[in-house]
């Protein structure tokens, strides 16, 4: 439970952190061109698949150079993830 007492007790919850603006439409643009990359028969389903791959790869290696918290590697490569099984689904 919230310490009301932190929050000048106001009774008010602390204010969520939303996603940034800029990640989200990058991350939408970015898979929207993999699927439209692989429903042009430019790239394969496997090959955007990998791409997925090398992306969670170096994401785990920048994020260690950079001294970057688990929690926010984790929820990078969590989104990564998603997109990758966006991916496979096309698979079936």
Do not use: F, N, Y
Request: proline share 3%.
């Amino acid at each position: 439970m919230t310490d009301i007492a932190h929050m000048g007790g106001t009774g008010q919850q602390p204010p969520q952190l939303e996603p940034d603006a800029h990640g989200q439409a990058a991350l939408m643009l970015s898979e929207s061109i993999l699927h439209a990359l692989v429903e042009t028969s430019v790239i394969t389903v496997e090959q955007a698949v990998s791409i997925v791959q090398t992306a969670q790869e170096v994401k785990a290696e920048v994020a260690k150079i950079a001294g970057e918290s688990r929690q926010r590697m984790e929820e990078s490569l969590h989104l990564l993830s998603r997109i990758g099984i966006s991916l496979e689904t096309d698979l079936h």
